[in-house]
Every structure is written in C-alpha cells, then in structure tokens.
C-alpha cells in the first residue's frame, strides 16, 4: 500500500545540519495496522508527516499503490491527501462553531460535494464511531473520547486508503484509550489499512506490527504474532 525509499529529513539547528530522519526504508502491506513508537524527538511523528504528504521537505521517495506521490505540485498534493488519505492527531482539531456531523461533513463540501450526500456520509460515518446521539453536538459539549471519536469519524467517512493518526490517545484516560482503540481494531477488521504513532507499549500491542525508532533511524521491525486485542476487555468496552 505504501512504501519509502531512502527518507532523509535534514533542518538546521544553531548552523549546523541536524538529520531528523536518516534513510528510512519502509514497506507498509494493505491492511496492515502499524504501530510506530519510540521516545520523543525519535521522529516517528516526522515520519508520518512525510509519509502522508504533510511534509514536502525531505530527500527520498513515498510510494502509494505504486504510485509516486512525493513530488506531486502543492496543489496535488493538498488534493490527493483529501481524496485518498485521512488523518486523525492528538488535538482533535474540530472546528469549535460547527456540531459533530457538520465537523465530518466539511471534507465532503471542500470535495464538491452537494451538502445532501456530503451529510448522508458524516451521518453513517458517525453511526460506525457510536456518536449516532450526538450528531448536533458542538465539540464544547462533549468528551475528550466523543471528540476524537468525531475526529475519526471525519478521517474515516471519506474511506481513505490509509488512515494516519499520529498520538491519538495521548489526551485521553486508560477508558477513552481503549475505546478508541477497538474502533482502530474494528474499522482494520474491514480492511482498512492504519499507521497509529503512539509512546503507550500496551496500545502498540493490539496492532500487527510495532516498528521501533531513535534518532532519526529505525531500530526495531516486528511482526507481532499474537496481538493483545483483548487487552481492553478489562473496561469492558463493547
């Protein structure tokens, strides 16, 4: 599904050459749940950045359905990431002055999509997260969980390829963690292919595979046999 050759990040700091990413080589499989951790500053939220377009400052390659994706203009680039890739981050971004199924529709509208469809498609987006009581929300009205929730349901509605979420659970308690996590789990039982960044071991466990980075380079690749996808059921999330 996607694939990076020889990524290379290098920023300046106090004059010299600081490398943020050293030659990162990176084959992600379709319908793979991937996991990146390691310490901060280790560049796993970089890496995800270039990989998912966000970045265009970096040497190296970024493949997508064998597609080469990292040298599209600006412009292409804004549009391919609309209509093929979605995000999810640790603050939830939502818009403060529109309600839960305005905040998932915007994406559709920005699309061109007729506001009937485009509302259709946040509803059912919403109805896959639990939110289906909460639609005419504001975000100010509900949980830290409802609100990642929404935006899950904003990356997801327009089925993307593949869903990045970088840090997703960092704002949120053990409950909300967990209850976030089984709809990772449950949308990647439908085949959808995730990159989840995260510094909780515990949450790295449930996916396929963990890859381990510091100082820029990757350190550990690991397919996890047996991933702990009952690890929540201590909450008893449904």
Known sequence: MIEARNITKIVKS???DLKILND???TVENGEFTAIIGRSGAGKSTLLYVLSLLDAMFQGEVFVDAKKISQLPDNKRVEY???NLGFI???YALLPELTAVENVALPFLMRGLGQKPAFRSAQEALIQVGLEKKTNNLPATLSGGEQQRVAIARAIAGKPKILFADEPTA???SVRACEIMEIFLRLNRGGQTIILITH???LAQMTHRIIEMSDGRIVSD???ENPRVNLCAKYKIS
Do not use: T, V, Y
């Open 200 to 202: 909780e071991d515990d």
């Open 81 to 83: 990431r609309l209509q």
């Open 24 to 26: 990162i080589n990176l």
């Open 14 to 16: 106090g004059g010299a």
């Open 222 to 224: 690991k397919q996890i």
């Open 171 to 173: 704002n949120l308690d």
């Open 89 to 91: 981050f640790q603050e």
